[in-house]
């Protein structure tokens, strides 16, 4: 069964540094997300991409954040410059469509800043 | 936007007895409640999810139900076995249908 992967599983930096996130979605999937989850805490929406460019962000997607599609087969999450709460699994996830389609959530990148 | 709350945060039942968990959303706009089911330090997995053209979905021992007139939305688990220990989110889409709002979990204990 095809499925959404993630690297690192788990990665962790200094306050300050570049972190950037890795994702392959499912290949026939149209539309791709980043959610976050600080640990114990719910699932939250960050950001969705459609055909190269954002659809939506949420208020936690501030200019610290980018996304990225650099070819066929990634997407990205960059933090620019890492803060102590930024420290959360961050889950990609993609979808055959945005109406019906249900998402796939890849298993997700630990982020640790100290 | 979209504000979904879910209760209750924690859920102990004896194996074999049912589970509920209940959900409110307050955009009479949406139209598809999903639920998820979150193991410890795994992805979150669709485990049934249900449209506003219907009032009750059921998948074996899984059912959802959902009141539209009074935005609240159901899992119902019965014969509770110890693997359906796990946290469970609802859903409801805020503007497009992939931009979630999730619920605040609820974290389901089943002793045996």
């Known amino acids: 069964e095809p499925e959404v992967t993630q690297t690192p599983s788990h990665q962790v930096t200094q306050m300050g540094q570049e972190v950037i996130l890795r994702c392959v979605p499912i290949s026939n999937h149209l539309y791709f997300y980043w959610y976050r989850q600080i640990l114990g805490q719910k699932v939250e929406f960050l950001v969705s991409?459609?055909?190269?460019?954002?659809?939506?962000k949420s208020e936690i997607f501030d200019d610290q954040f980018s996304v990225e599609r650099p070819d066929g087969s990634n997407f990205t999450l960059k933090i620019r410059s890492t803060k102590l709460e930024d420290s959360a699994m961050y889950f990609c996830?993609?979808?055959?469509?945005?109406?019906?389609?249900?998402?796939?959530f890849g298993e997700g990148s630990r982020l640790t800043v100290l | 936007g979209e504000n979904v709350e879910q209760h209750p945060s924690t859920l102990s039942v004896q194996e074999g007895d049912s589970a509920v968990i209940k959900c409110t959303y307050s955009?009479?706009?949406?139209?598809?409640f999903p639920w998820y089911k979150q193991e410890l330090g795994k992805r979150p997995q669709l485990i049934i999810d249900?449209?506003?053209?219907?009032g009750e979905k059921k998948d074996q021992r899984i059912a959802v139900t959902l009141n539209k007139t009074a935005k609240h939305f159901s899992l119902h688990i019965t014969e509770t076995q110890p693997e359906d220990s796990a946290v469970y989110f609802c859903a409801a889409p805020t503007d497009s249908w992939g931009k979630l709002q999730f619920g605040a979990g609820t974290q389901v204990v089943v002793t045996p």
């Open positions: 955009d009479s706009a949406s139209n598809y």
């Open positions: 996830a993609s979808s055959e469509w945005d109406g019906t389609g249900e998402l796939f």
């Open positions: 249900i449209r506003s053209n219907v």
């Open positions: 991409f459609y055909n190269n460019e954002i659809s939506e």
